[in-house]
DNA sequence: AGACAGGCCTCTTTTACATCA
DNA sequence: GTTGATGTAAAAGAGGCCTGT
């Protein structure tokens, strides 16, 4: 059973007019982005010491060495512990949402436009990591402005790097208050750093939506040109295709449950008309003797037309056909002028001929 | 043949967010 | 308008299976 199904395709997030338009090129983004980065980075550094003056981003040697050290005690779970210890040194990293989070409140300018994008990559995307997965998965997480040009690029460089006045110029289309809302969530995530879930933005989940649509699996190289184009990371481009692809599964199942479900009420409903007929034409044969005498039939159905034929073994055999998806209201005629009993000939009445007249169907000729 | 790595699938957990009272 | 409870979608973790080397 095959059934088509179609995923995906928001309206609302998709760039109906030109599928990849965000990620058209902009110049006057790229000068944003650029200067952001700069300023970024000055920033990541202030927000390298903690309140208790201890470094909290150092070196992507720093951030490994530390995810390297988790990867040594979950090793000892199972043989597979490499793979997944791989997994989580990614995700482990601390999250850099107290970057977003002590941007300047003072610029009313963007505090509310820049949460989706905050929510989409400052959460997770914390430079080291970015630099981490860069050195792990050989994919150049663009930090750089000459990197990757596109618009959709200059807002996470822009929000990755963490500047908040530059955000007005890029943000448009944010819903706001996200920002104040991850700030509700920085100091929890000070305490208990366990994983942080990042939302992908509209624009990232359009564009792996149009990528799913193209292949819905992908290869190391594919998934890397995606994390790259996305500035996400390789895993979470895989995690994103895994997950959607269980979604695919589902509702798939879900619509073939649903089909099943009709196919059993049709065959439900044929088996109790097919009952019905059965009864009526016994109650014929106890009330016409003449129906007696008919030849035994044998039904059999083709596999072209799929209707049902029955054959007579004798050769005064009457062949007669009915479709089964023939709608109650010709058995019912049909029995109906059966029941009246008058006819010495039931079998030649329209309903065993419901081919043409004159040209019966090639299975019938065959069938006798 | 066995070990290993990598990919995918499935189930589960966790998180973010929306809705409602 | 605010707040807490609740439900849902989705990201991510974990483990198993399969395949290729």
Request: charged residues 25%.
């Amino acid at each position: 059973m095959e059934l088509g199904l179609s995923l995906g395709g928001d309206s609302t997030t998709a760039t109906a007019s030109r599928p990849f338009g965000f990620l058209a090129k902009n110049p006057d983004n790229n000068n944003i982005k650029s200067t952001a980065i700069n300023r970024g980075l000055e920033f990541r550094m202030a927000l390298g010491i903690n309140s208790d003056g201890k470094r909290i981003l150092q070196d992507q040697d720093r951030d490994k060495s530390s995810a390297d050290g988790d990867d040594e005690s979950e090793a000892v779970k199972r043989s597979k512990s490499t793979r997944n210890s791989h997994r989580n040194r990614t995700a482990s990293v601390d999250p850099p949402l107290q970057l977003a989070l002590s941007w300047p409140s003072d610029n009313g300018s963007s505090e509310g436009g820049s949460s989706g994008k905050v929510r989409g990559f400052d959460v997770n995307r914390l430079p080291a990591a970015a630099a981490e997965a860069e050195a792990e998965d050989g994919a150049a997480v663009s930090s750089s402005p000459n990197s990757v040009a596109s618009s959709f690029q200059v807002d996470f460089g822009v929000f990755r790097g963490g500047n908040k006045l530059d955000l007005e110029a890029v943000a448009a289309g944010n819903d706001g208050g996200e920002a104040e809302r991850a700030s509700s969530r920085a100091s929890d995530d000070d305490e208990n750093s366990s994983r942080k879930k990042l939302r992908l933005s509209k624009e990232q989940s359009a564009y792996l939506e149009e990528s799913f649509k193209e292949h819905n699996t992908l290869n190391p190289k594919q998934k890397l040109a995606l994390a790259k184009q996305l500035n996400l990371r390789p895993r979470q481009v895989e995690v994103w295709f895994q997950n959607r692809r269980a979604r695919t599964k589902l509702k798939q199942t879900e619509v073939d449950c649903e089909y099943l479900k009709r196919c059993c009420e049709t065959l439900t409903e044929e088996n109790r008309r097919l009952h019905k007929e059965l009864q009526e034409l016994r109650a014929l044969k106890n009330s016409n003797p003449f129906f007696m005498q008919l030849p035994a039939t044998t039904l059999t159905m083709c596999p072209s037309c799929e209707r049902v034929a029955t054959t007579t073994t004798t050769s005064t055999a009457v062949a007669t056909t009915t479709n089964s998806n023939v709608p109650n209201s010709s058995t019912t005629a049909a029995t109906d002028s059966t029941s009246k009993a008058a006819n010495p000939f039931p079998l030649s009445r329209p309903r065993f001929y419901p081919f043409s007249q004159s040209q019966p169907p090639p299975h019938q000729s065959a069938a006798s």
